[in-house]
């Protein structure tokens, strides 16, 4: 089952690395300053990959305790049938394939017709699977014989569990993600911003006066900062022989 | 910034392709990565309204959720502790005893008008059938096909007695409820529907239909039921029910329907035989009779869980309302990139 994991989940990742652009290629040839959040390691800190652990690690809290709490041990359809281990296990994983593919839907911020394929297909793949795979006979299949089939398909409280797991697994990212770009964003979310209000208006003449005077700022880090230091060094360095051979011809003139 | 670089990447890529075969396009919108596209961006007027729609579809739902469950009728009777005489300080060696008549009488209540049909289950707490184990403690293909009756891998101990296999073996079969009830209503006799009580699937084609029990429960540890060698084990179905194994600790299994209307304030008479041992691992038992709706049993849960998740995603929009009016911050302002705020500026 972990092998069909990698299988469910991993398809919108690869196109999501392949394909997502944050900022369009004309607008980073635009803005330079683009460039900085390589050097000043905006994108890989360590703050930030830990965020996304917490993240995983919280979204599966949520998941697991809210399928359990919603699926105990009362009956889970009108016939009165109560759940079992596959049950409530096949139930938890349409979670996490929900959740998984609507958190890529969130985090993308290109959205081609190979997103869309990636993400919805994934979804309806599941689906697929659970049918597929519960119609082969028991002797493979054993305990998810039929789970969808007959237990799963026709039971609304599986349906009602799932859209509730799914989207409360992703309140807490979405939250966060809107706190973030509004209020602390990013240079490459100002340029987003920058790239939907230039449909409206034309604020490129004036925001890019701001942002290309902003480009020019001194920085402490990288290649050219290490450049600038260099210069510097080596011109106090002809300054002092200068002024120092200077002193000398005076002192030898007189 | 990985931008210039990717389209270095496509153009290279575009150039040997075109090197290698005249039929590619070398700057197609793929490898050019200019797919149309749409960029979504989380603009207020976007995000208000998600959270809206989220908070108006959930409210409704948690209602109709906390609704259903409300209609529910449950009568939960624990019996374990009340059926054991009061003068029996030793209780496992009690159950162990099979001298002593353990059958004992409970009245219960209807607290409210209960519509057919009614399900009967008896349910179990701190009863782990979801122990690795235990739940590998079993031979799906003995218990299938008749042919293959010797075959008790996994089953360990259950596997032989005497030399012989057991069928079923495994420790799920072994332990299987063997507690009976007959219920009595305001005097008349009331019948127990008890068929048709396991998943069908798990009748057709996972218990054969000719495959019997035999050795079964003849060794010094009797673990629960005994079952009759004439019957197959496809109509087995209080097997069947208790070898679909629970997934948490507390669980209901059905025992029954009853197909008959209870008035509030009827009194139902059970009379039960108190066989199964729960004393050694501080288990308890319960006797359930519930009514069912469209979401299945008494889950008051869920209705919650939905009106909390609406209601906190209405306040998300309030709140978030509330902060773009009266913090209205120019979404494109340079000032608040974040590492300008701590240095001093060109």
């Known amino acids: 089952m972990s092998l069909y994991n990698v299988l469910f989940t991993s398809l919108p990742v690869i196109a999501m690395g392949v394909f997502d652009q944050d900022v369009s290629a004309r607008f980073c040839l635009k803005y330079p300053m683009l460039y900085q959040e390589g050097p000043q390691n905006l994108l890989f800190r360590w703050s930030r ?96 014989f039929m789970v969808f089939s007959e237990a799963l398909g026709g039971a609304p409280a599986y349906w009602v569990v799932t859209l509730l797991v799914a989207v409360a697994a992703l309140i807490p990212y979405f939250t966060l993600a809107v706190v ?22 034309d604020p490129e003449e004036e925001l890019g006066v701001v942002l290309r005077q902003f480009s020019v700022r001194s920085t402490g880090v990288g290649v050219s900062a290490r450049r600038d230091a260099k210069l510097v060094r080596t011109n106090s360095k002809v300054i002092h022989a200068d002024s120092s051979s200077q002193s000398q011809a005076t002192v030898e003139l007189t | 910034h990985s931008c210039p670089m990717v389209l270095r990447i496509a153009e290279l890529t575009s150039f040997g392709a075109g090197a290698s075969a005249s039929t590619h396009q070398p700057n197609s919108k793929f490898t050019q990565q200019e797919l149309p596209a749409c960029k979504p961006i989380l603009t207020p007027k976007w995000v208000i309204s998600v959270f809206l729609l989220v908070g108006v579809i959930f409210v409704p739902i948690g209602v109709a959720s906390l609704l259903a469950s409300n209609k529910v009728v449950e009568i ?124 069908k699937s798990d009748r057709d084609h996972k218990f054969g239909s000719d495959v019997f029990p035999k050795n079964f429960q003849k060794g010094p540890l009797i673990g629960g039921k005994t079952l009759n060698e004439s019957i197959p084990l496809s109509e087995q179905e209080d097997l069947i029910v208790w070898m679909r194994t629970a997934a948490l600790p507390t669980f209901r299994k059905l025992y029954g329907r009853i197909y008959v209307d209870l008035k509030e304030n009827d009194t139902i008479t059970v009379t039960l035989d108190n066989n199964y041992n729960t004393y050694s691992f501080d288990g308890k038992k319960s006797l359930v009779l519930s009514t069912s709706t469209w979401l299945g049993g008494k889950n008051d849960f869920l209705g919650l869980a939905y009106l909390t998740v609406g209601g906190l995603c209405f306040f998300l929009a309030f709140a978030f309302t509330l902060l773009y009016l009266i913090k209205p911050r120019k979404l494109g302002d340079n000032n608040y990139l974040s590492w300008n705020r701590n240095s001093a500026g060109h």
């Open chain 2, 76 to 199: 939960v009777d624990r019996y374990d502790d009340a059926c054991v005489p009061s003068n029996v300080t030793n209780k496992l060696a009690y159950i162990q005893n099979s001298t002593i008549s353990k059958t004992c009488r409970r009245t219960l209540k209807v607290p409210k008008d209960m519509k057919q049909p009614i399900f009967v289950y008896y349910q179990l707490n701190n009863f782990y059938q979801n122990h690795r184990r235990y739940v590998k403690s079993r031979n799906d293909q003995q218990l299938r096909d008749a042919s293959k009756a010797n075959e008790t891998t996994l089953c360990d101990p259950e596997k032989t007695r005497d030399g012989m296999a057991i069928v079923p073996c495994g420790l799920i079969a072994w332990s299987t409820f063997n507690d009976t009830y007959t219920f009595q209503h305001n005097t008349n006799n009331l019948s127990i529907d008890k068929t048709d009580i396991s998943w």
């Open chain 1, 49 to 144: 990959l830990l965020g996304w652990m917490l993240h995983g690690v919280g979204s599966a809290v949520i998941i697991f305790f809210l399928t359990i709490a919603s699926l105990k041990h009362q009956a889970f359809r009108k016939d009165g049938e109560v759940i079992d281990l596959s049950i409530l296990g096949a139930t938890a994983y349409t979670c996490v394939v929900w959740a998984v593919n609507m958190q890529m839907a969130i985090t993308v911020n290109y959205f081609t017709l190979i997103q869309h394929i990636c993400i919805w297909s994934g979804i309806f793949l599941w689906y697929l699977f659970l049918i597929i795979y519960g119609a082969i006979t028991p002797s493979f299949s054993t305990t998810f």
């Open chain 1, 180 to 201: 973030k770009t509004w209020f602390f964003p990013d240079y490459h979310n100002k340029i987003q911003w920058l790239q939907h209000a230039a449909k409206h208006a």
